[in-house]
């Protein structure tokens, strides 16, 4: 049936030799190409570094997503059954986790697993996501697996933050006051979230089970945002298996054992916090929180947010032709359905072709990558990649190999995966031919697995003596599955397959190799036909030593990260807090309606006189040693400037005894203070002294 259909197609795509360039381009391009280009070659020195001493298969670059989804799974396990010892309350949530670390073969060492799997999650999850932004894979219909991803990575950061919470140590402290640093600036609290962590009299229990309702909760939001991840992937590698997920859970179970999770003082409100270790995979953060102000902070995540999700789109600078079917030739065999990697083939009720066949392929051009894989897998050419071509191409390429013989040379084939080393060789688009690689013509395709083996079939026949396929290498395929797909074809293990009837299959040389390896595939090309030994795989001693050392640096990264060491902005000297949340006074007075405020009034409201209320602001000056350091103005909440007046003043002071002066004045006279204290306060670098003001209990001092 292929050389049927070939001949069926008479001249169309008959392309006269050097006549023909290639326009379509077989990449997407996106901006800053060059320099993702660059970056790649990182991963690709790391993955050929990493391959040389342990299997593809434990290479943790390349099944970084695989991991990430183990390593939240097992903390999901263990922040279940944490569940058991844990009290979620203000006065038993720490000594709770305290007493924990006290078993630490029990509850002790599940926390410790809680803890590791959570960062080594988020550590893959980054890798994973940097890799796809260096290697362009997040434009065009990968756009839904980009945008479920920056949405998984904000719930999972939410979740690691909200845990720290939940333990109520000083850290938990720091993130509560920057939690409430960044909602009081949206008007939903009448009374701001801050004033409840100043001191230990005034936390709010109820919050307290709202973060840990969240925390338990939100995990189910990102279950539904992982299935939409994958959602377009036809073999989702949704989690690691086997001995890669052996040898994680073992190696995070080993850290825990080794470096316990730590637990910081309990919170007190009134602490100064200095210096003290964080995880920083997920308290990072705090350096802003503690630094900003809320509106600032809010401004950073909204840039961040609407930078990187539409980035498919505003980055993108082509959207490539997708994949087609020829009803005609479609004999709906469903090969094209089973080899896509992206399930964006599917079979619907026939429009056109044969009539025995109820059934035909058709493509959804809103998943198609344009990779071409499936140009190969149809025994009749029924599926094409618009703008690449398969017959015309193949034309095009045995026009090349006629030229050379007619030339009397003995050619040799090449076609070049457009992500792989094949693509940095210096080729004329045009003619095939390359300066470095005399008697030879090369043709840069979209991917290894779009060469159809009738083409190799029919180049060999027409005379080539090599057909070369350069590819990527394994488990770093841009398209997951082009060059597994190629290997099984020519093996004869999937259709259609290569007929060693028409053609040598000894003929046909199948070169991975990444970009960092252009010289090695030059020597492998130059040599075509000569019989290589094949590398010998390394010895289970030299992986299994390979296996310990990258454990141990892995570990060492993610230890280390979970103990930085954090500088909190009062590092030296201590500070004073003012706050009050008070109404003031209210005044009414009438006045006389102007003629044309009448004229405007419906005539069953109008009055001649009315009578008005306003809430005068309340003002607060603060002296320390006679020395003013506040004196503003705070205009009353609510949408009618009717409520209460609040204020949070944060000063920061040398450590020692100061006079402090705080007077209010709730009145409309400016120059009246009605509320006023002066103490002397000893302030320590341990701790901050917090002076409130209530209308009822008057100044407090703690």
């Known amino acids: 049936m292929r050389e049927e259909v070939i001949a069926r197609s008479g001249g169309t795509g008959a392309v006269a030799a050097g006549t023909t360039e290639v326009t379509e381009p077989l990449t997407p391009g996106v901006i800053g190409d060059p320099l993702w280009r660059a970056l790649e070659r990182g991963f690709l020195y790391a993955d050929r570094a990493l391959g040389s001493v ?35 309350s203000l006065s038993m949530a720490w000594p709770s986790v305290a007493a924990m670390g006290r078993q630490p073969w029990g509850p002790g060492l599940i926390r410790s697993l809680h803890r590791y799997s959570s960062d080594v999650g988020l550590a893959a999850t980054a890798i994973h996501a940097l890799r796809l932004i260096v290697e362009r894979r997040f434009t065009g219909p990968r756009w839904l697996a980009w945008v479920t991803g920056i949405a998984v990575v904000a719930l999972t950061s939410f979740v690691g933050w909200t845990g720290y919470w939940l333990v109520w140590d000083t850290r938990a402290h720091a993130i509560a006051a920057g939690t409430a640093r960044v909602l009081d600036v949206l008007p939903i609290f009448a009374d701001p979230m801050g004033r409840s962590f100043l001191t230990d009299h005034s936390l709010n229990s109820l919050l307290f089970f709202v973060v840990f309702f969240a925390h338990m909760l939100v995990p189910l939001g990102m279950a539904v945002l992982l299935w939409l991840h994958v959602a377009r992937l036809a073999r989702p590698r949704w989690i690691a298996k086997g001995a890669l997920a052996a040898w994680v859970v073992a190696a995070t179970a080993v850290l825990s054992v080794l470096h316990p999770a730590d637990l910081m003082p309990q919170a007190k409100m009134t602490a100064i916090r200095g210096t003290y270790p964080i995880d920083a995979w997920y308290l990072a953060p705090l350096a802003l929180t503690d630094r900003l102000p809320g509106g600032a902070l809010w401004w950073i995540a909204m840039t961040v947010g609407l930078t990187l999700a539409p980035a498919p789109w505003w980055m993108a600078r082509r959207r490539l032709k997708t994949a087609t079917i020829y009803p005609a030739r479609c004999t709906a065999c469903e090969q094209c359905v089973n080899d896509c990697p992206y399930d964006a083939i599917s079979m619907v009720p026939r429009s056109a072709g044969p009539p025995k066949y109820s059934l035909q392929a058709e493509v959804d051009p809103a998943k198609c990558v344009a990779c071409g894989i499936c140009a190969a897998s149809c025994e009749g050419f029924g599926t094409d990649l618009l703008g690449f071509s398969s017959v015309p191409e193949m034309r095009r390429a045995e026009a090349w190999i006629r030229e050379d013989i007619a030339a009397g040379m003995t050619p040799a084939m090449i076609f070049a995966c457009a992500h792989s080393a094949g693509s940095d060789l210096p080729a004329d688009a045009r003619t095939g031919r390359c300066d470095e690689l005399p008697r030879t013509r090369v043709m840069l395709v979209p991917c290894a697995g779009w060469v159809h083996t009738t083409v190799a079939e029919r180049l060999l026949r027409a005379g080539a003596a090599h057909v070369a396929i350069v590819a990527c290498e394994d488990g770093s395929c841009h398209y997951r599955e082009g060059s597994v797909a190629l290997a099984e074809r020519l093996d004869g293990t999937r259709d259609p397959h290569f007929r060693r009837a028409r053609a040598p299959r000894e003929r046909v040389h199948v070169l991975q190799y990444d970009h960092t390896r252009r010289r090695a595939l030059l020597g492998a090309l130059a040599t ?76 069953h409201m109008r009055r001649a006189r009315v009578f008005e209320r306003e809430r005068a602001p309340v003002r607060m000056r603060v002296l320390v040693d006679g020395r003013t350091v506040v004196d503003r103005t705070y205009p009353a909440k609510g949408l009618w400037h009717d409520g209460n007046s609040v204020a949070i003043e944060a000063i920061s002071i040398p450590a020692g005894t100061h006079l402090v002066d705080v007077a209010i004045g709730d009145t409309h006279d400016a120059h009246e203070w009605n509320h006023q204290m002066s103490r002397q306060l000893d302030f320590t670098s341990e701790r901050r002294r917090v002076v409130s003001f209530d209308r009822l209990a008057g100044f407090t001092v703690d």
């Open 528 to 603: 075509l036909g000569v019989s290589r030994r094949a590398a010998a795989p390394p010895s289970r001693v030299r992986v299994a030593v390979a296996s310990v050392v990258l454990t141990a640096v892995a570990a060492w990264g993610i230890a280390a990260g979970s103990r930085w060491t954090y500088a909190s902005p009062v590092r030296a000297g201590s500070e004073l807090v003012v706050t009050f949340k008070h109404p003031g006074q209210v005044s009414e007075h009438s006045r006389e309606v102007s003629k044309e405020e009448l004229e405007r009034t419906p005539v």
């Open 54 to 88: 342990v299997p593809e298969r434990f290479n943790p670059l390349l099944h970084s997503g695989a991991i990430a989804m183990l390593s939240l799974v097992v903390a999901l396990a263990t922040g279940v059954l944490l569940l058991f010892w844990y009290r979620p």
